[in-house]
């Protein structure tokens, strides 16, 4: 059963009344009754801090969908928003609230997920803690069919930075429920390649050990790209030096070799954690251009 609790943003959490929010009316949704798998007892508490200029979300233990219904004419279209932060924090405003915002704007059911962040203190098994609860998140939103107008065989995801490679995991590493699985992902500035430099940011924040051999090719995502693929949208900047396209590009380059459909939008400038875009850059396009690729799926 769905427990959903109906609050304007003024009622909100307290961590987020830390935050600018709207006092739009949204649903908070817990993601799991009780306690959530592969997590253990903790005593840390979620806070908000402000990381590169804008609010972030850290220590996460209680994992929330925040979902936007449309305003206006409802494509049937969903999608479950990831914030970025490099598996230590979440861009919730940035890369969650202004985001759910424009897609509901545009017909399509927006909905944010704040996940568990791989830590070592809440749980024995961190690196599944973001992908167990995305899957979670797909499949509780393919269930919202009747209160939101949603096509359940219309449901994805949209990933930046760090949940740009949980968007990526959750459309390639096996799932036991298919339901879990995205029906199609966009990408924004995704760390996904096989790379060294991810391979280190990975045994730094998401296992918190070195990864064995079989870990390391278990989590090559590019490599995993199949003629089962969901479609996929890819937006990045030529001048990210955190994530370099590269890793977009390698990512639709596998897309293209497993005959699967793959749409890209690459901007000269915009460095890196760009969120919704800005004018000067000409950035501020992309999220129209995901509003429309989202209504062709």
């Given amino acids: 059963m769905i427990t959903v609790h109906r609050v304007s943003w003024r009622a909100f959490a307290l961590v987020m009344l830390l935050i600018c929010w709207s006092a739009e009316a949204v649903d908070v949704v817990d993601l799991w009754e009780g306690d959530p798998p592969h997590s253990k007892p903790s005593s840390i508490e979620e806070r908000v801090i402000e990381n590169w200029g804008v609010p972030c979300v850290m220590n996460i233990t209680r994992p929330t969908m925040t979902i936007y219904p449309v305003s206006g ?14 598996y230590e924090v979440e861009s919730i405003v940035e890369e969650g609230r202004k985001i759910g915002e424009f897609l509901s704007s545009r017909g399509i059911t927006a909905v944010v997920l704040k996940y568990r962040l791989p830590q070592a203190e809440i749980s024995d098994t961190p690196w599944l803690l973001p992908i167990t609860d995305a899957r979670r ?23 930046f930075s760090a949940g740009g490679h949980l968007a990526a995991s959750a459309s390639v590493m096996p799932a036991d429920d298919p339901a879990g699985v995205p029906d199609f992902a966009a990408l924004v500035y995704p760390a996904v390649a096989p790379s060294e430099a991810n391979r280190e940011w990975l045994e730094e924040t998401f296992f918190h050990r070195p990864m064995t ?85």
């Fill in 73 to 86: 004419e409802n494509t049937g279209r969903a999608i479950v928003v990831l914030p970025g932060g490099g």
């Fill in 137 to 159: 998140a797909v499949e509780l939103t393919r269930k919202l069919t009747h209160s939101y107008g949603i096509d359940p065989t219309k449901v994805g995801v949209v990933g």
């Fill in 213 to 297: 051999e079989d870990e390391i090719s278990h989590w090559d995502l590019v490599g995993r790209v199949d003629g089962s693929t969901p479609p996929t949208l890819l937006i990045h900047s030529y001048d990210d030096d955190v994530v370099p396209i590269s890793e977009s590009l390698l990512w639709a380059e596998a897309m293209v070799d497993a005959g699967r459909d793959v749409e890209a939008h690459y901007f000269p400038l915009g460095g890196h954690g760009f969120g919704p875009g800005r004018a000067e850059d000409g950035t501020d396009q992309w999220l129209e251009l995901l509003a429309s690729w989202i209504k062709r799926q």
